[in-house]
């Protein structure tokens, strides 16, 4: 019998810290779903979650982060329409110039009141989410 488990995947809320007001980086994503997302994507076979998170932030931005925090865990079955897979979101910090690569259109540093309309997966619950905690220092309520 083979069993279909959900797919692990990481997202980064990367704030640059040497910029006024934090923006955080999105991308544009070069590959379907299009739109704005986070800096994200699978965690590889043998790797940490932590190592995941910075691989890809490298991968899809160019900066080395410094990952703050494990966030929250995003695991709705339809999240992604592609597939079932599970987000763990890590707050980092970063300093320097972002350069879109990997599956990256291009990207953008936003201030929370500026995050654009068109965002992909579950991330526009994310941010809120995130805009919340770092507003008011509540983290987000787990989904009953």
Not at 39 to 65: M, Q
Not at 72 to 94: C, E, G, K, M, W
Not at 127 to 136: E, P, V
Request: glycine share 6%; net charge negative.
């Amino acid at each position: 019998m083979s069993y279909k488990n959900p797919v692990p995947t990481v997202d980064v809320i990367i704030e640059l810290i040497h910029r006024p007001n934090r923006p955080i980086v999105l991308i544009e994503r070069l590959n379907p779903p299009h739109g704005w997302a986070l800096p994200g994507g699978y965690v590889d076979y043998g790797e940490s979650l932590e190592t995941a998170a910075r691989r890809e932030a490298r991968e899809e931005i160019g900066l080395a982060v410094n990952l703050v925090e494990q966030f929250q865990v995003y695991s709705d079955p339809n999240r992604d329409a592609r597939q079932h897979t599970i987000a763990i979101v890590f707050l980092a910090t970063a300093e320097g110039e972002p350069q879109a690569g990997d599956d990256a259109k291009s990207l953008g540093l936003f201030e929370l009141w500026q995050i654009p309309k068109n965002l992909c997966f579950d991330h526009d619950r994310i941010l809120q989410d995130y805009w919340y905690y770092r507003h008011y220092g509540i983290r987000p309520r787990l989904l009953t």
